[in-house]
């Protein structure tokens, strides 16, 4: 997972803000695989997350001079990037999402014999196309303020006043947002969900013919799964995983998912906009 060093990134926000160029790209390397998880979980879309995720950086970088150092930057960047969101139109993945009633009840149908996996590599693919899918799926049944709820204080793990604060309401009321939203999902996965617990009846394997006809599945063309060097680790995560407690689980599988695919750095885009002048912001 990508660290962020906390006094670097002060530093160069400092340097940013006084028209350091080189600065400013650190600033955005920093903080646009933050973003880019951030927007993935929120929209359940690659694509339109990597759209969305671009915006949101370049609001960042737009508003660099607002930034009044109360807060780590960090927290600033991860309001500035929700305030975007929520502005934005549903995703299609959204638009599409269930209600957690019948989310649950869907994952409850008897499985199918997947078949025409053979090779290790393209099962492992599949397999972790799936998990990552079936999950994200999960927090799009929830609604926005509780899905950024759960994302912010469960798998981001912010405390309960930084993410009150992110996300402009009182920690009491965040509180019980948040504590909503992770019996919802943790209650979900405990029920039926074979990677939260083996037991369950719920297994990827059985999932993919159903997921593959409904369309949500394409082994030769997949959107989540990254690369066959990660999935092929996750056995070992998934051990540790299972070691946890019921609440810590849950938000563990969301933190095993790998890093978001990727069209692109948004360096080069913001390479052009400073050179044309689009984003107001000093370039010496």
Request: some cysteine.
């Amino acid at each position: 997972m990508h660290l962020i060093d906390n006094d670097t990134l002060a530093r160069d926000v400092s340097d940013a803000r006084n028209g350091n160029r080189a600065a400013l790209e650190s600033v955005v390397r920093a903080i646009e695989p933050l973003v880019g998880r951030l927007a993935l979980r929120f929209f359940g879309c690659p694509h339109y997350a990597e759209d969305a995720t671009q915006e949101a950086l370049v609001r960042i970088v737009i508003k660099l001079d607002t930034f009044d150092a109360q807060s780590a930057f960090s927290t600033w960047a991860y309001r500035v990037a929700i305030n975007k969101f929520l502005s934005m139109a549903r995703s299609p993945a959204e638009r599409q999402a269930m209600s957690l009633e019948d989310f649950d009840e869907d994952l409850a149908q008897p499985l199918e014999h997947a078949s025409g996996l053979e090779a290790d590599a393209e099962l492992a693919l599949t397999l972790a196309e799936l998990r990552i899918g079936c999950t994200l799926a999960m927090l799009l049944c929830l609604d926005r303020d509780a899905r950024l709820a759960y994302i912010l204080g469960a798998i981001v793990e912010l405390d309960h006043q930084a993410a009150a604060d992110i996300l402009e309401c009182a920690p009491a009321t965040y509180r019980k947002r948040f504590e909503r939203a992770r019996d919802a999902i943790t209650g979900l996965m405990k029920r039926r969900c074979g990677v939260f617990d083996a037991s369950n009846n719920c297994q990827c394997a059985g999932r993919i013919p159903v997921a593959k006809s409904r369309g949500h599945l394409n082994p030769k063309s997949l959107v989540f799964a990254s690369s066959v060097e990660q999935v092929r680790h996750f056995p070992e995560i998934l051990s540790h995983i299972r070691e946890l407690g019921e609440l810590q689980r849950a938000a563990e599988i969301y933190r095993s998912h790998p890093e978001p695919l990727s069209r692109g750095s948004f360096i080069e885009q913001l390479h052009h906009l400073l050179d044309a002048g689009r984003l107001g912001v000093d370039q010496g």
